[in-house]
């Protein structure tokens, strides 16, 4: 009897730490479980010096697969892409999802964090992994990256997509506080800005976001600075593109609107559009469906796909 009981205060105890430690770190939790996903799927969780750094990537799919690269966005991370690493991977695309410089699992050296920085950064990671050539994909400043990469280094880019890409000037209706709130109050236009129509979550949740974002509060701040400089806008280069492009938007995209990526669409010769309908700039993840049998569809296509316009439903 004692030795039940004994039995069970444990049991009770360790429960109830597990249970402080998820209330006071759900996001720990959130990316073992991400994390697990990617890994279940076959994805590994790699490092490479790239200019005297350490870089994180995500790395996935059989070696012989057409090489995929991945760019995230602001205050973002490769594992952002889990909802469409698998599916790419098992499309037969060899898959690398790193981390940017300041971000995710990447060191945080004293730099200014600028779009040309992050486009230098990837074209020496492609070098460091010795690949020659790849398609390459980016999402929202990610998608700046890419565009820039494809600019300056066209021998790199087989096949460009951009997701709710920034790049181009647009007026924006938000500042720079909004991507490093500092209250619930501050959280919720957020969330609101990068994803319509979501529910509220929890407070504990929030909380730790808050602290996320907080303490690499000062790399986005930079990444922001870098941006609205104007230094690197693409308005003037993206004619210069020959390369097979796909942009694709969510249609409920209040933080960089559609009408960005009917710009894009329009000095990018050749180039095709998909629009996601009732997703917002989240749509890789929200609607990751839908955007995924339009990115297949591009980067399988022979002859490449050209000039073509169509709108999917949102998950």
């Not at 004293?110 to 492609?126: G, R």
């Amino acid at each position: 009897m004692k030795t039940i009981l004994r039995t069970a205060v444990i049991a009770f105890v360790m429960l109830l730490t597990l249970g402080i430690f998820l209330y006071t770190k759900p996001l720990f939790f959130a990316d073992q479980y991400i994390r697990l996903r990617l890994l279940r799927h076959g994805s590994s969780s790699r490092y490479v010096a790239v200019d005297g750094h350490r870089i994180h990537y995500y790395e996935a799919g059989r070696a012989s697969g057409v090489p995929l690269v991945l760019i995230h966005g602001l205050g973002s991370r490769g594992e952002d892409w889990s909802p469409m690493i698998p599916a790419l991977a098992a499309a037969g695309f060899h898959i690398y999802a790193p981390d940017l410089l300041g971000y995710g699992r990447s060191d945080r050296p004293d730099v200014d964090y600028s779009m040309s920085m992050q486009e230098a950064m990837i074209a020496h990671f492609m070098q460091a992994l010795r690949i020659s050539r790849a398609d390459v994909a980016g999402w929202s400043m990610g998608g700046w990256v890419a565009a820039k990469l494809t600019v300056d280094h066209p021998d790199l880019v087989s096949r460009l997509i951009l997701y709710d890409s920034a790049g181009i000037y647009f007026p924006a209706t938000f500042d720079a506080s909004l991507f490093t709130p500092t209250d619930n109050a501050g959280l919720d236009h957020l969330v609101a800005m990068l994803q319509p129509f979501s529910s509220p979550t929890p407070e504990f949740i929030n909380r730790d976001v808050i602290k996320r974002l907080q303490e690499n509060a000062w790399v986005i701040r930079r990444s922001l600075g870098a941006m609205t400089s104007g230094r690197d806008l693409l308005d003037f280069s993206l004619a210069s593109i020959n390369r097979p492009t796909l942009i694709v938007w969510g249609t409920a995209d209040v933080l960089i609107p559609p009408a960005v990526g009917e710009s894009m669409h329009h000095l990018i010769p050749n180039s095709s559009m998909t629009l996601i309908d009732g997703c917002g700039h989240l749509a890789p993840a929200q609607c990751s469906t839908s955007v995924l049998a339009t990115t297949i569809q591009f980067l399988k296509s022979d002859p490449p796909q050209k000039s073509q316009e169509q709108t999917l439903p949102g998950n």
